[in-house]
């Protein structure tokens, strides 16, 4: 019986040692190889975090995108969440620029968008000229995420709450949650049309 049971703890040390290994090497993948990069909207939005300048030319002609938008600035006060340095986002700029046809827009924004954050945004996806779309914050978690949604919601249709949970695959506990300003944004979100008809 001592021996069958030192087996089964081996066995389930080894799955959990095993489990840990892939979701490390997927995170590493995702993060550091990947930027977080996802689609929104096939052939019309995508999300990331901070894209190398010496990769963007490798994206631009693999999604056909004519438009990147950078939620990124410096001096925000929070050097966890918003860690943008200026000299990145000057070489960004700079390696944008030299694509070309490809549009550059800066919008820096907080966690939670402002009224003038949501007028810059809809301003750029407002107009079909310049899609494909990527939407980027520094992370590609957090202000990515959000506008993501705010996109699915205002142009896409989708239900807010239904655009909240689709930024993470378990929105319980993290910051898309309700009870929290990211999640309570979204859960209290109206879109513009909404908003117009009251």
Same mark, same amino acid.
């Given at each position: 019986m001592f021996f069958k049971n030192k087996i089964i703890v081996r066995v389930f040390l080894l799955l959990v040692a095993i489990a840990i290994g892939?979701?490390?090497?997927?995170?590493?993948?995702?993060?550091?190889?990947?930027?977080?990069?996802?689609?929104?909207?096939?052939?019309?939005?995508?999300?990331?975090?901070?894209?190398?300048?010496?990769e963007i030319a490798d994206y631009v002609a693999k999604y056909k995108i004519k438009s990147i938008l950078d939620l990124r600035y410096p001096g925000t006060g929070d050097d966890v969440n918003n860690p943008e340095i200026p000299a990145e986002l000057k070489a960004e700029k700079l390696a944008a620029a030299k694509i070309?046809? #490809?549009?550059?827009?800066?919008?820096?924004?907080?966690?939670?968008?402002?009224?003038? +954050?949501? !007028? @810059?945004?809809?301003?750029?996806?407002?107009?079909?000229?310049?899609?494909?779309?990527l939407i980027h914050c520094f992370h590609g978690v957090g202000r990515a995420e959000i506008y993501s949604a705010i996109y699915r919601i205002e142009y896409e249709n989708w239900d807010r709450d239904q655009a909240r949970t689709s930024t993470r695959l378990v929105t319980k506990y993290?910051?898309?949650? #309700?009870?929290?300003?990211?999640?309570?944004?979204?859960?209290?979100?109206?879109?513009? +049309?909404? !908003? @117009?008809?009251?």
């Amino acid at each position: 019986m001592f021996f069958k049971n030192k087996i089964i703890v081996r066995v389930f040390l080894l799955l959990v040692a095993i489990a840990i290994g892939l979701f490390g090497k997927l995170y590493v993948y995702d993060y550091k190889i990947n930027h977080n990069f996802d689609t929104v909207t096939e052939g019309k939005v995508y999300k990331s975090g901070v894209l190398p300048p010496d990769e963007i030319a490798d994206y631009v002609a693999k999604y056909k995108i004519k438009s990147i938008l950078d939620l990124r600035y410096p001096g925000t006060g929070d050097d966890v969440n918003n860690p943008e340095i200026p000299a990145e986002l000057k070489a960004e700029k700079l390696a944008a620029a030299k694509i070309k046809g #490809l549009n550059h827009f800066n919008i820096g924004s907080e966690q939670v968008p402002k009224t003038e +954050n949501l !007028k @810059a945004f809809f301003k750029v996806m407002d107009d079909p000229a310049n899609y494909p779309v990527l939407i980027h914050c520094f992370h590609g978690v957090g202000r990515a995420e959000i506008y993501s949604a705010i996109y699915r919601i205002e142009y896409e249709n989708w239900d807010r709450d239904q655009a909240r949970t689709s930024t993470r695959l378990v929105t319980k506990y993290c910051a898309f949650d #309700l009870g929290k300003p990211k999640g309570d944004f979204l859960h209290t979100y109206v879109k513009r +049309n909404e !908003k @117009a008809g009251k």
